[in-house]
């Protein structure tokens, strides 16, 4: 929602014109499956950090049928995308569910630059000076688009990940490693070790605090780390590596 409001506002100074829409979800992990397998993925994440706001949101098709009907009467649809994985992976499914839209679809591409990725790290002047580089999605390259999301991408779990070969998706072991590995010989705070895995993490992509702490609690559980407590949201233990 960061991105609509940032993308809002480069359209209204720099008379780009047109309506902004959004879809809020973070892409880049979980399943991408139907509304009630994502949104019960989601769940136990959400009531452990934002306690009572899980049933608020909307699941990801719902989302969009909320905004199909605009689209679907609009003599242009531009797409707005980075070399973030959340947005790389939006791209694809925004592209899927155009395929019926015969209008002209446009990518406006905001490149990763100071070790930034993602529309919404961006000023609005920045967001108006790519919007004069926007491409036009030819239809082959909207068919790839498509058939890479729904032959690959849909129904996956785990973690989508940008790399310099493209978009991985990786398996959520990769990153309890990575906290593993983080982890000293010594009892420390949580956030010592979720901050040193986000660290290690290519800045295009948005694995956050929130998925890396889940991690942690599951490695907690399965005994490859020891905890003194249980109070993970203010950080009130400390963890190290089972040896």
């Not at 649809?77 to 939006?90: E, F, L, P, Y």
């Not at 690959?152 to 398996?171: A, F, H, I, K, P």
Request: charged content about 25%.
């Amino acid at each position: 929602m960061a991105a609509r409001g940032l993308v809002a506002q480069a359209c209204r100074d720099h008379g780009l014109g047109g309506k902004v829409m959004a879809v809020d979800d973070d892409l880049d992990i979980g399943p991408l499956a139907d509304d009630a397998t994502r949104t019960s993925w989601w769940a136990p994440l959400r009531d452990m950090y934002l306690e009572g706001l899980s049933t608020e949101f909307s699941g990801l098709d719902e989302q969009w049928r909320a905004i199909a009907p605009e689209l679907n009467s609009a003599n242009e649809i531009v797409i707005w995308s980075s070399d973030a994985a959340d947005d790389q992976t939006h791209l694809r499914f925004a592209v899927a569910q155009l395929e019926n839209y015969s209008g002209q679809v446009s990518l406006v591409h905001v490149p990763t630059s100071m070790e930034m990725a993602g529309v919404s790290h961006f000023y609005p002047d920045t967001l108006a000076a790519c919007a004069a580089h926007s491409v036009v999605l030819a239809e082959a390259k909207r068919d790839e688009l498509a058939r890479d999301y729904r032959n690959r991408l849909w129904g996956s779990e785990g973690v989508r990940y940008q790399t310099d070969d493209g978009l991985e998706v990786r398996d959520y072991a990769i990153f309890d490693q990575e906290l593993l590995d983080a982890c000293p010989n010594q009892f420390v705070n949580p956030a010592r070790v979720i901050g040193l895995g986000m660290s290690r993490l290519d800045c295009r992509n948005w694995v956050g605090d929130m998925f890396l702490r889940w991690r942690l609690r599951h490695l907690v559980k399965i005994g490859l780390m020891k905890a003194t407590g249980e109070r993970w949201f203010v950080d009130d233990c400390d963890v190290l590596v089972s040896r």
